[in-house]
């Protein structure tokens, strides 16, 4: 353990002994209850602090720096009200298998009796999106319960750990440093696992091999996973929502479970085994009339080779070497060359995606209904690293961008962000200028909850004026250029093909943000 001065209050102590843990990073938008926090992070200078305006933008920028660094940042976050404004974006981590510690104010020990008027049951509010919860009892063992949080939250899988810190405890005398408490390790491979994956491949029926987190994340193991494929002609797929792939020229193409039910239906129909990887089996993101839940076949057989808990790029070399495959060197893919011409189309920004996008890009995808057309220019591009929407609660793309960008300060960065789900945490925005991140954000501006009018027709709606009315965004248009502006990020409006390639091509070549509102 590093040195440290011997008397300090409960929150030092905390700081300084996450510190040596690795934590580097603290996501803050603290309140009255945080700022003995706020002063032990003006004294040490430890770790870096970014603002932001609003809750959920510190919680999805933890999750982006979380999915690129590899390891947890901190949130700084106030009470249950301020807690309740970060908790869609943490569900999105959480669903992630992001790292994440949060330290969250609440009133001191004793006057949560009295009912002052931002009281309320902290940690009935955190317990939903966070897979560890405590609350510090006194200042001399409030670094250990850091500690055993932030080892929590890089556990396998790594997890949302919440530590809730009553303000007494926080600037009381008598914190104790504490000591790193190591993480748990991934599951041992099962051999009654691995021999029942074998037998799958060797049936001769028609197998799916699944595979998801780490092994997106892990190039060497999606060319084993592709030889595996090719020796026994199972088909690979990745789940639908994945937290980080690695794509581009020269890395193995996997495709996605489509999102539309009927299309994941369609794709899954053939199977009659199915072999899990770090991935659960697949379920639609909704019920729908007349259509399963469950996505997969109900005769179709399943083995899961290794839980979410399991070290899947270890699972897979082992089931290739049960196979006798090799690993499978990517077949070369051409690159769109620079697309020109008129009006801007979803094609057409696809394949100026493909020709623009920098070596090891980061692309943080909320592009929602835009999604499955723009998705394909991932694998296209050169190597890049494919960020996406993990939960299903809109709103994380500006700050998932956010954060990526501080884990990554030497990747550029481009956010393909629905206009919709944009202004849940347009906010962001003024991170990005503050802290001069390298993000080019593309709103692409269809003037309306596009996803939600396929949805209506999925339940058998017929919409009519006023359904129509809650799904379009207009009446007035927004205006994300001026918007923009307005938190020191310039921008630009485009509306045709030449237009989109020439402020992209600009842009990620120019430090600091840059907003292109694309009228598709």
Not at 53 to 68: C, K, Q, W
Not at 434 to 445: C, K
Not at 483 to 511: H, Y
Request: negative net charge.
């Amino acid at each position: 353990m590093k040195d440290h001065p011997t008397e300090m209050n409960g929150a030092e102590s905390v700081l300084r002994s996450l510190h040596d843990g690795g934590v580097e990073v603290c996501f803050a938008n603290p309140g009255t209850s945080e700022m003995q926090f706020v002063d032990a992070l003006d004294r040490t200078r430890l770790m870096r602090c970014v603002l932001g305006l609003f809750e959920g933008v510190v919680t999805g920028a933890a999750d982006g720096y979380a999915r690129m660094a590899g390891k947890p940042a901190v949130t700084l976050l106030h009470l249950a009200p301020g807690f309740a404004n970060s908790a869609a974006n943490l569900h999105n981590a959480k669903k992630a298998r992001s790292p994440v510690l949060n330290l969250v104010g609440d009133h001191a020990l004793r006057h949560r009796k009295y009912d002052a008027p931002l009281t309320a049951d902290v940690e009935a509010t955190v317990a939903p999106f966070s897979n560890w919860v405590r609350t510090g009892s006194d200042a001399g063992s409030f670094a250990r319960d850091a500690m055993e949080g932030l080892a929590a939250a890089k556990g396998r899988p790594a997890q949302v750990a919440t530590l809730i810190a009553p303000a007494d405890i926080g600037w009381d005398a008598g914190g104790q440093m504490a000591a790193v408490v190591e993480p748990e390790g991934p599951k041992p491979l099962d051999d009654d696992a691995l021999t029942a994956a074998v037998r799958a491949l060797e049936s001769g029926e028609p197998t799916v091999i699944i595979a998801g987190n780490s092994v997106l994340e892990d190039e060497a193991a999606l060319k084993r996973l592709r030889g595996i494929a090719e020796k026994t002609g199972a088909t690979m797929l990745a789940p639908t929502s994945n937290r980080r792939t690695e794509r581009g020229q020269g890395r193995e193409k996997i495709a996605k479970i489509p999102y539309p039910i009927d299309k994941a239906l369609e794709t899954l129909k053939p199977y009659r085994r199915a072999i899990l990887i770090e991935a659960m089996p697949p379920v639609a993101f909704f019920a729908y009339p007349g259509r399963p839940s469950l996505l997969l076949p109900e005769a179709c057989e399943t083995v899961t080779l290794a839980g979410l808990d399991g070290d899947g790029p270890e699972a897979i070399a082992a089931l290739a070497d049960r196979v006798g495959a090799q690993p499978s060197e990517p077949q070369p893919r051409e690159m769109p060359g620079r697309p020109g011409g008129g009006t801007l189309t979803l094609p057409a920004m696809a394949a100026a995606l493909a020709h623009v996008l920098p070596e090891n890009a980061i692309v943080v995808d909320e592009a929602v209904s835009s999604g499955a057309e723009l998705n394909g220019a991932g694998d296209l591009a050169r190597p890049n690293s494919w960020l996406s929407l993990t939960g299903g609660s809109i709103g994380i793309g500006v700050p998932l961008a956010t954060g990526a960008a501080i884990a990554a300060p030497d990747r550029p960065v481009v956010t393909l962000q629905a206009d919709g789900s944009a202004m849940y945490s347009i906010q962001g925005l003024w991170t990005q200028a503050r802290e001069q991140s390298n993000v080019t954000t593309i709103i692409l501006a269809n003037r309306a909850y596009e996803i939600l009018k396929g949805e209506l027709r999925n339940v058998g709606a017929q919409p009519g004026e006023d359904a129509l009315s809650m799904l379009n965004l207009d009446r007035p248009e927004l205006d994300f250029v001026s918007l923009a502006k307005g938190m020191g990020v310039p921008g630009q409006r485009v509306e045709t093909v030449e237009d989109f390639v020439r402020a992209l091509e600009s842009a990620v070549k120019e430090p600091g943000p840059f907003l292109i509102e694309a009228m598709i």
